[in-house]
């Protein structure tokens, strides 16, 4: 007969006669105590451990339906056998507590404990198994306090508050990490965002003396669109479209100690450009309906030959494009700020100051300092004030406003340093609230508007420098035309991170300019291998030194490069020797330099500053012959050196600069 032929769930068997070898005597059970009971709760039975043992002896173990018996459950606790004599717990007298032991505890070589029935009758209370064996607990007890020391509270309680504490500041790291992120997430998502940069062009002069630094073209836009109407400036039918009416482009090197914003002035002069057509409204690319003619424009457009056009024509990737062109920098944060969020940040820090020695009216938008001297001005004040071309006392137009723009921002980049606005997050939302439904932006979000401020923060005043493009005289179209080779050696001097006029140390004393030097020594170190591709010789202007004293050598080399094709200036001598035959070259000028390079038989390469477009070869004592060179547009990969002793970056004497240290009125 089976286990489940004698077992009736909820009433116990009729116990079989004393001595009996039939199944039912294992499977009679006592009556049930109530749900929930304790082993030590339930009722006795009236046999005796002996004959417990005797029929255990006899007869083979069975299995029940699937339930745990109490004491297979105690075995699986306590990691003993159920076979295993347990061990007995006597009331009287109680002995002292045991020492603790860490159980036994199952592995892999352990044998599966035996699934064998224990009969409930074999279950007495004085043989439970200690629980406390198995998972020992605080128990109260009667007996006296044993003989060990006592444990040291003083030393738990401080482990449960250093814990507690550590538990604090991990909710607290998280909270505050939570609210930053979540912060940074609903910005990021309020940003509008525009393509505007181009990294691949190869109009970036010198990327690897580049790496690191971080490029932004910052634009205060000229429109009349939305909210911008209600700033004074007239609505759409005074002026459609939006056009770039403030340009800086802002140079932080990858050692973050200076900060350089080069100004160009909205009517510069340029050549016009093909770009895709943009819609200031919509912000999108593309051709551009005409609802007169209901038809679609061009896919691609001319600027004109002012630069504030080719924001108007092709928006921010073609002003990128201009700029790039001009200044050879890589641009790699993009920004556009319309009226309206330029008066709205200027009104979240609370107004910045500003100093005039006159008051200031303007023939077109009437007074905006009706008195002079040291003032706060509000956010609409302050647009009038860096927009104002036309001012009575001022002479020299847009120039003027340049100079003002400069002075209003270094005011106000000294209000952000001094209230300390980029390290509290509060005051940073509320500024970046002010203007983010009012920009344009391209490769920005929260955290580079952060890391742009510590950067700053971390900067002296007097290590940002405020410089404008130098201009020649004005022509009959009003355009102004940059000096290319002063241009040349501005942005050269911040590719390099050479000294800028009045630029200062942290601790606002000048920085001495380079040292003139007709001898640049090159260096073996810093070199780096350069992708070029060589460019036609009759492009390149070439300079020709003698170092080896050798009389009349630079002039045979001079006449052999100028049969190859190259435009080749005077020769001349160069004070000290030089075991190698060098060719220096300013940056920018990489192709023109691997292709006079290609002329000789393993010479050094450097780059310097202060040489312009032109490439100068000084010939070592390893000088042999001049060979032609390699044939135009071929690749070639040349191992280049950055000299630090070169000739200085000799910058124009009249440019116009503000330092943002200058407190001085104007």
Request: with cysteine.
């Amino acid at each position: 007969m089976s286990d489940g032929d004698n077992a009736t769930p909820g009433r116990p068997a009729s116990p079989g006669p004393g001595g009996s070898s039939g199944d039912n005597q294992w499977l009679t059970r006592s009556a049930r105590p109530a749900p929930g009971a304790a082993p030590w709760e339930r009722g006795r039975s009236s046999r005796t451990p002996d004959d417990v043992d005797a029929k255990q002896s006899d007869e083979p173990a069975t299995h029940h339906t699937g339930a745990l018996t109490v004491a297979e459950l105690i075995a699986k606790v306590s990691g003993t056998r159920p076979d295993e004599e347990p061990t007995r717990h006597r009331a009287e007298p109680e002995p002292p507590l045991p020492a603790y032991s860490e159980p036994h505890r199952a592995t892999d070589t352990d044998d599966e404990p035996a699934t064998e029935v224990m009969p409930p009758v074999a279950l007495y209370d004085s043989e439970l198994p200690i629980l406390t064996d198995a998972r020992p607990v605080k128990r109260a007890v009667d007996a006296p306090a044993p003989a060990t020391p006592a444990p040291h509270r003083g030393r738990h309680r401080a482990m449960i508050i250093g814990r507690v504490a550590a538990a604090l500041i991990a909710i607290c790291a998280l909270a505050i990490t939570g609210a930053a992120w979540q912060w940074q997430s609903a910005k990021n998502r309020s940003l509008n965002r525009v393509s505007a940069l181009d990294p691949n062009s190869r109009d970036i002069l010198d990327p690897n003396a580049q790496y690191g630094d971080e490029n932004f073209l910052i634009v205060g836009v000229d429109s009349r669109i939305g909210q911008n109407s209600d700033m004074g400036a007239g609505d759409t039918e005074d002026a459609a479209g939006a056009r770039s009416d403030t340009v800086m482009l802002v140079n932080i090197p990858a050692d973050r100690k200076r900060v350089v914003a080069v100004s160009f002035p909205r009517d510069l002069a340029i050549t016009p450009i093909k770009c895709e057509p943009w819609n200031a409204e919509t912000g999108a690319y593309g051709p551009i309906y005409d609802e007169d003619t209901e038809s679609y424009g061009p896919d691609e457009v001319y600027t004109e030959t002012k630069l504030n056009s080719a924001y108007s024509f092709g928006g921010p990737k073609c002003l990128v494009k201009v700029i790039q062109k001009l200044s050879g920098l890589s641009i790699n944060r993009f920004m556009a700020v319309d009226f309206s969020g330029f008066a709205k940040m200027v009104d979240a820090i609370g107004g910045v100051e500003v100093c005039s020695t006159t008051p200031l009216e303007d023939y077109e938008l009437g007074t905006v300092l009706a008195n002079a001297g040291r003032q706060i001005i509000d956010g609409h004040t302050a647009l009038q004030y860096v927009r104002a071309r036309q001012v009575t006392t001022e002479t020299n137009g847009d120039y003027g406003r340049i100079k003002r723009q400069q002075l209003f921002l270094s005011s106000l980049l000294r209000s952000l340093i001094s209230k300390e606005v980029f390290f509290s997050l509060s005051k940073l939302n509320n500024v970046v609230n002010m203007f983010i439904d009012d920009s344009y932006v391209d490769n920005i979000q929260t955290k580079d508007l952060v890391d742009l401020g510590q950067s700053i923060q971390g900067v002296n005043a007097g290590r940002i420098t405020f410089v404008t493009v130098p201009t020649g005289i004005t022509d009959s179209e009003g355009n102004e035309p940059p000096r290319e080779e002063d241009m040349r050696a501005l942005f050269d001097a911040i590719i390099n991170d050479d000294p800028l006029p009045e630029e200062k140390n942290a601790d606002n004393t000048p920085v001495p300019e380079t040292p003139a030097s007709n001898q640049p020594a090159p260096n073996t170190a810093n070199g780096e291998l350069v992708d070029a591709v060589t460019t036609s010789p009759g492009d390149i202007t070439v300079r020709v030194s003698n170092s080896t004293g050798e009389s009349g050598l630079a002039t045979v080399a001079a006449n052999e490069l100028q049969q190859h094709g190259f435009n080749v200036t005077d020769p001349d001598d160069y004070p000290g020797p030089l075991a190698s035959t060098t060719v220096f070259f300013s940056a920018g000028n990489e192709q023109a330099a691997a292709t006079v390079a290609s002329s000789f038989s393993n010479p050094t390469i450097e780059r310097v500053t202060g040489m312009g477009t032109t490439i100068r070869v000084v010939l070592g004592s390893d000088f042999a012959s001049v060979a032609p060179p390699t044939p135009s547009g071929s690749p070639i990969q040349v191992h280049v050196l950055k000299g630090t002793s070169s000739e200085p970056t000799h910058l124009p004497e009249d440019l116009t600069v503000t330092n943002a240290a200058d407190t001085t009125c104007e």
